[in-house]
């Protein structure tokens, strides 16, 4: 039986932690308990908004509408072989937890990816990504109600279509799912090879002498790193990263390199030239930059955030500020990784 709660406070599920309200609530823990949603009165006459674990959306004012929180559990082996193992994990399980799961079966490919926020659903909306590791390389399948038929349908990656922190998800088929359920491919022990290609993994791995990493060793350097330069949700509201990193042609980065040397880059195997986003806004002078009652982090200035005193709107404000000044400063556009609601 589905418990509709009205006038919900939805601080506890953004990461911002702004106290936006729906007008409607209910959460989901099963593919049947949305299927009977689609065909009740309190769908068909109010608008939706699906949220997975809040990480990656901003609350601009209170949601005049039904909001749906993604619940749907479990983790099970659908397949294995001698070197991999493919595992589904429902959609409404915590990102971060699954990881550890993984690990603590010695499966690899999920380590670069620990400490993410949101839950396993959303992580293919956004094909999340960290240290040289984006979903789409772990991806096997996934499984998703379509909110007009109540069908479930299953996509493989290239139905996908994943790009940098993008999928069809977020474009043509926005708001036409519910991802109940992800799939991934694991390697089992002796079949893995790690990705250290980002030097900052390898130096923490060095300085605690660690000459053949596990893939536990692994997530602990990532962990560490996140930790070292993103503020905890819980003690301060934020979203993590709240713009993409900025790609440019190579002849826009030879210009950007003559005028500032220092300027970080990392190559894509297209030949374009992926820029820190951070870099650009701390050089613009907006780290630690505080106005009503949100700001710039003072470590990462690629992370906006909720001092407890400002609003949706206000992060808003202040990201359309950053971003009129990466335009003037760089001729760069900075575009939000958040979904603004």
């Not at 939706?48 to 609350?59: D, E, Q, R, V």
């Not at 002796?190 to 990705?195: E, I």
């Not at 560490?224 to 330069?229: A, F, M, P, T």
């Not at 979203?239 to 990392?266: T, W």
Request: hydrophobic content about 40%; aromatic content about 10%.
């Amino acid at each position: 039986m589905l418990k509709f709660l009205k006038s919900q406070s939805l601080a506890d599920y953004n990461t911002f932690g702004f106290d936006a309200k729906a007008d409607l609530f209910v959460e989901l823990n099963s593919i049947n308990e949305f299927q009977s949603l689609l065909i009740s009165s309190e769908w068909k006459e109010n608008k939706h908004l699906i949220l997975g674990g809040g990480s990656n959306i901003l609350l601009t004012d209170d949601f005049h509408g039904l909001v749906i929180s993604n619940r749907i559990s479990g983790i099970e082996i659908i397949d294995e072989n001698e070197s991999s193992i493919v595992v589904k994990c429902g959609g409404g399980e915590n990102w971060h937890q699954f990881v550890l799961y993984s690990l603590k079966n010695n499966w690899g490919g999920l380590e670069n990816l620990s400490l993410i926020p949101g839950t396993v659903g959303a992580a293919p909306m956004q094909n999340i990504g960290a240290y040289g590791v984006e979903i789409k390389d772990r991806f096997q399948s996934l499984e998703a109600v379509n909110i007009e038929t109540g069908e479930v349908e299953y996509f493989k990656a290239e139905e996908c279509r994943f790009g940098y922190r993008e999928s069809i998800f977020k474009h043509d088929l926005k708001g036409q799912y519910l991802i109940s359920s992800v799939s991934f491919q694991l390697d089992k022990p002796g079949y893995h090879q790690l990705n250290l290609d980002y030097g900052i993994i390898k130096n923490i791995l060095s300085e605690r002498n660690i000459v053949k990493p596990s893939i536990q060793d692994v997530s602990n350097a990532v962990i560490e790193i996140r930790q070292s330069k993103l503020p905890d949700p819980a003690e301060i509201g934020n979203s993590g990263s709240f713009f993409k990193n900025p790609i440019v042609h190579a002849v826009q980065f030879d210009r950007l390199k003559s005028e500032f040397p220092e300027i970080p880059s990392y190559e894509l195997q297209d030949g374009r030239i992926k820029l820190a986003a951070g870099w650009l806004i701390e050089k613009a002078g907006w780290k630690g930059h505080q106005e009503n009652g949100v700001g710039v982090h003072h470590k990462q200035a690629l992370v906006l955030v909720n001092y407890g005193q400002g609003k949706g709107k206000d992060i808003l404000t202040l990201a359309k500020k950053i971003q009129d000044s990466i335009r003037l400063k760089f001729g760069i556009e900075l575009s939000p990784e958040v979904n603004f609601i």
